[in-house]
């Protein structure tokens, strides 16, 4: 009796080993199911070459009611790939036993950096990631469209003609300092890094675009994510510069678009002329104006800042025409287009300077109740002399003598602020409101102004 006792006591335990033997199989099973992807491509936008470009990621799933085991992970082209993979928090170009719990996913995450190539036309490059599971393989591609550009690494004084057949991309600071000049021609597009700058210091910038070739700035992170993000670099700062041009210009996504500060000591010149330009989605202002430098702008566009359109502090010297300078941005609404003072505080002294400015035929508008503010101290002697002719501005009415045949609180009838679109319809009072003594011949996209000139920086077209 002990012995069967025994015998089915053995019976019973070598029974058990092998249900827990088979239950630690079941779990370590290797499903024969298919991997799924939640794409069989990922395509990066134009990334420029030493660049890298923002992270995209896909998911594997195991379908199966069963652990699945991935034998091999591998990026195909190796060390030698401009991608790079991250698999489950692992970094590396080939992995080997990677388990997916039933019906469970993981992320791999790719990024890419292209290496120059020295093309001028965009290219195409591609890899592929293989999963290899119970003998089988199948594949994620990898493909970006890589761009080479002349690159700009904190350097000093790039001067004479950049050439157009390539971007310019601006990593740090471009400096142009001692007198020199730097000539950006028509069809050059500059993209600036994160925190960047084109600065020009006692020199002179020409940017000389057409309307049909305009020269653009803007960021260098071409993804779609980032058509639209203000603040992806400084902008173009002019400190003490003399005769500069800018002519049909866009700069966007800037954290300020233009940057003027002081006259060239000695000189009488203009420090910016300003034309055909669109200025927008800065992260603070389109336009900074500090310590009385010059402007002069035609047909200027500055819209869709998070904080005014232009802003001025301790003085300035300008004039504007048939120009638009709008409060529509991404701020709280609580900042006018425009904010003027003729001083500036710091380390508790106040220099007081110089202020004046003509604005002919142009637009000051948004969805404030006053959207051109002035704050001036009038004392030793300083010069303050204003003067607006038929202007729209957002601006309780006033009878004082610098406004000159203004509209006051007329909607200006834009077909789309929400869509930045700052043309108008029929109807709007800006249709033959402006002053033929001080119009110019060309609209912002070179439409003809008619004998009786339209307010702003557009001529109606139906």
Not at 242 to 247: E, F, G, K, R, V
Not at 414 to 429: E, I, L, N, V, Y
Request: charged share 20%.
């Amino acid at each position: 009796m002990m012995k069967y006792t025994i015998s089915i006591i053995a019976t019973l335990l070598l029974l058990t080993l092998s249900l827990t033997t088979q239950s630690c199989k079941k779990k370590n099973f290797a499903s024969k199911g298919n991997l799924e992807f939640s794409a069989d491509t990922v395509v990066f936008d134009t990334v420029f070459t030493t660049i890298g470009s923002t992270t995209q990621n896909f998911k594997v799933y195991n379908r199966d009611n069963k652990t699945l085991t991935i034998d091999e992970i591998e990026l195909v082209g190796g060390a030698s790939s401009p991608f790079r993979m991250n698999f489950d928090g692992l970094q590396g170009t080939s992995f080997t036993n990677i388990e997916i719990e039933k019906n469970d996913s993981l992320y791999c995450f790719v990024e890419v950096t292209l290496n120059v190539n020295g093309g001028i036309l965009p290219m195409i490059v591609e890899d592929s990631i293989r999963f290899r599971t119970n003998g089988k393989d199948q594949y994620v591609k990898l493909a970006v469209w890589g761009q080479d550009a002349y690159f700009h690494y904190n350097d000093i004084n790039p001067t004479g003609t950049w050439p157009n057949d390539k971007p310019h991309v601006i990593y740090g600071v471009s400096r142009v300092l001692n007198g020199s000049t730097l000539t950006i021609p028509a069809g050059t597009d500059v993209f600036l890094h994160k925190l960047s700058a084109l600065y020009v210091n006692q020199s002179t910038l020409i940017v000389n675009g057409t309307a049909a070739e305009k020269v653009t700035f803007q960021g260098d992170r071409l993804e779609q994510d980032y058509d639209n993000v203000p603040g992806q670099y400084y902008g173009i700062y002019l400190d003490s510069a003399d005769n500069c041009l800018i002519d049909h210009a866009e700069i966007k996504n800037g954290i300020t678009g233009i940057h003027v500060e002081s006259k060239l000591g000695g000189s009488s010149n203009t420090t910016l002329t300003l034309k055909n330009t669109e200025i927008w989605n800065s992260a603070s202002y389109g336009m900074l104006l500090f310590d009385d430098p010059k402007i002069v702008a035609e047909n200027v566009l500055i819209h869709s800042n998070a904080i005014h359109a232009m802003i001025v502090l301790q003085g300035a010297d300008m004039k504007f025409t048939h120009c638009n300078l709008l409060g529509y941005g991404g701020g709280d609404g609580s900042y006018p287009a425009i904010g003027m003072r003729n001083y500036y505080t710091t380390n508790g002294t106040t220099t007081i300077t110089d202020i004046s400015g003509e604005f002919n035929n142009c637009v000051i508008y948004g969805g404030g109740d006053e959207e051109l503010v002035m704050d001036t101290i009038d004392q030793g002697g300083v010069n303050i002399n204003f003067v607006y002719r038929n202007c729209a501005i957002r601006l309780p009415s006033s009878n004082n003598p610098m406004f000159n045949s203004c509209l006051f609180n007329f909607s200006p009838a834009f077909r789309d602020t929400g869509g930045d679109d700052f043309r108008f319809w029929s109807a709007s009072p800006l249709r033959d409101a402006g002053d033929p003594l001080f119009s110019l011949t060309k609209d912002l996209v070179d439409f003809d102004r008619d004998i009786n000139p339209d307010i702003g920086v557009y001529e109606y077209q139906p």
